[in-house]
Every structure is written in C-alpha cells, then in structure tokens.
C-alpha cells in the first residue's frame, strides 16, 4: 500500500499562491488516479482536484476550478497541487489520497496533511 506525505502548506494573503506536493512511498503512485482534499475546521472533507494515471485528465471541485492546477510526476513519485488567487475559504488542511472518481479510496491512505491559511 502507498504511503502519503503532504507538505508546502503555509501562511498567506488572500491573493497569493502555494504549491502542495504529496510524496508517496511504498508503492508507485502511478498505479492510482490521485486526488487532493481538504478539510476546514468543523467542516466536512471536501473534494478539491484529481488526476488520471498519466496526468492527461484532470478535474476539480466548483470553488478551486480555474484558480488551482492538480500534476503530477510519476518518476518522482509525487502530486503536486498549485494553488493561485487563494481566499480565505480556502484555508483548511489539505491532504492527498488515491481516489475512485471524486471519492477517496479508503481512510487508511490518510496522512497528516498540510496546513494551508489564507489571511484577508
């Protein structure tokens, strides 16, 4: 089974930019579509992007779609997920999980995930 790291969330201003990248071991992550989620504090986990075996499909949840770009590298073994025009909305932790559609493959594949913040 793959396991996840998350990392490159931060601090920001509403309007700036970061890059998330989720690193995997144990298992090539090109044996999976892979997804980003997230989870804002007292909210449920939210959909937010995914991405096909190769990177040549790519989707996105309605409140990310134009502002943030799923990739990813399967010789480096990582997703990345690059973050523009951020709102405060968008602060949460994100994490990233093989997925079947829009949904995650099980919660065993859960990391710690990243914290993202966004400031007005």
């Known amino acids: 089974q793959v396991q996840l790291v998350e990392s490159g969330g931060g601090l920001v201003q509403a309007g700036g930019s970061l890059r998330l990248s989720c690193a995997a071991s144990?298992?090539?992550?090109?044996?999976?579509?892979m997804g980003w989620f997230r989870q804002a504090p007292g909210k449920e986990r939210e959909f937010v992007a995914g991405?096909?075996?190769?990177?040549?499909?790519?989707y996105y949840g309605d409140s990310v779609k134009g502002r943030f770009t799923i990739s990813r590298d399967n010789v480096k073994n990582t997703v990345y997920l690059q973050m523009s025009s951020l709102k405060p909305e968008d602060t949460a932790v994100y994490y990233c999980?093989?997925?079947?559609?829009?949904?995650?493959?099980?919660?065993?594949?859960w990391g710690q995930g990243t914290q993202v913040t966004v400031s007005s």
């Open positions: 144990g298992r090539t992550v090109s044996s999976y579509y």
């Open positions: 991405i096909s075996y190769s990177g040549g499909s790519t």
């Open positions: 999980a093989p997925v079947n559609g829009r949904s995650p493959m099980g919660s065993s594949y």
